[in-house]
């Protein structure tokens, strides 16, 4: 078996524990200490927005040796970084259309994750360009494959480990105790698919602005289709 960097596998987990966890709960408290009504639409946003903030901050400095020169990187070698971008992202988004549409088709139904991000650019279409589109892959792409790369030494584990925590963490996301159905894990399949491409083209060139790049063009495609009601 390949070594495993215990400590790293471990500040990836924890970073990604924080953001779907502890920070989401920090702010539910402190909007409540305010007074604040997060049924509100608007305090809704606000809320989701400081959880993608605080976590913007934290990555930064957990990355700060090695975020900015990746960028510098990327910027440099933009022109063939961005070409295997596009290239895994058409992979990732054949892929993703083929195995939803088998799932729809079995189920009947879409992802809760993508039921929720659809009701989200419903009512407010600004601030899911910025998140979703924007700042949103950018965090997960940081979370979910630069905090384990230097973990593996083994490019299949990488690449297998991070896709399916992609996948897991998507669906529990959306987790309703009230309105579980199993048939949701299926739509792991996709979301780990995504995942897969998106942590290959972070492997091949070693820069996650690169992946990032993919996952962007792809979530930006999402909303766009979902605000003209395609």
Not at 80 to 105: D, E, G, R
Request: aromatic share 18%; glycine share 6%.
């Amino acid at each position: 078996m390949e070594n495993i960097h215990v400590k790293k596998l471990g500040l990836g987990i924890a970073l990604i524990l924080i953001y779907m966890f502890v920070l989401p709960l920090i702010a539910l408290k402190v909007f409540q200490i305010l007074h604040l009504d997060i049924t509100n639409d608007f305090i809704y946003i606000m809320l989701n927005l400081s959880v993608y903030v605080f976590t913007l901050v934290l990555l930064l400095i957990v990355y700060r040796k090695s975020i900015f020169k990746e960028f510098l990187d990327f910027l440099k070698n933009f022109r063939s970084f961005s070409k295997i971008a596009l290239t895994y992202w058409l992979q990732a988004l054949v892929f993703m259309l083929l195995t939803n549409t088998i799932i729809i088709s079995l189920t009947g139904g879409i992802a809760a994750n993508e039921e929720g991000n659809r009701a989200i650019i419903g009512f407010s279409p600004i601030f899911s360009i910025f998140t979703m589109a924007i700042l949103g892959p950018f965090l997960e792409e940081m979370l979910f494959r630069k905090g384990f790369k230097d973990a593996f030494s083994n490019k299949k584990f990488f690449l297998i480990f991070t896709s399916l925590l992609f996948g897991a963490a998507h669906m529990l996301a959306a987790f309703d105790p009230s309105q579980f159905e199993w048939s949701q894990f299926l739509f792991i399949i996709p979301y780990a698919g995504c995942g897969y491409f998106f942590a290959k083209a972070y492997w091949q060139t070693n820069n996650i602005f690169t992946s990032t790049l993919a996952h962007m063009i792809h979530n930006t495609l999402s909303v766009v289709l979902v605000i003209f009601g395609v």
